[in-house]
């Protein structure tokens, strides 16, 4: 569910061409990079403003007992960089 509210808003938001999905396996964690190379966005602002897209991720990430890193400015794209404990 997590993936699918990235590709969502991406989708709906950010009129990317491309999207990177990669998953991997780290001692203790999963680790999930998300990347596109659409519009970005000013974290702050998107944060700030209470989001339902951004809110639904990191609620689910923090059920998870994980975090959820967001890196993205205008015209940048946008990166999340998710661990989930295992």
């Known amino acids: 569910r997590i993936i699918q509210e990235l590709v969502n808003n991406t989708l709906k938001?950010?009129?990317?061409?491309?999207?990177?999905?990669?998953?991997?396996?780290?001692?203790?964690?999963?680790e999930v990079v998300?990347?596109?190379?659409?519009?970005?966005?000013?974290?702050?602002e998107k944060l700030e403003s209470r989001s339902?897209?951004?809110?639904?991720?990191?609620?689910?990430?923090?059920f998870l007992n994980g975090?959820?890193?967001i890196e993205s400015k205008p015209g940048a794209g946008v990166k999340y960089i998710i661990h989930i404990p295992v």
Not at 13 to 30: F, R, S
């Open 67 to 69: 975090n959820v890193v």
């Open 52 to 62: 339902i897209g951004l809110q639904s991720i990191q609620s689910r990430v923090n």
């Open 34 to 44: 998300y990347t596109d190379d659409g519009k970005g966005f000013v974290v702050e």
């Open 13 to 30: 938001h950010a009129d990317a061409k491309n999207i990177k999905l990669k998953t991997q396996m780290l001692p203790g964690q999963l």
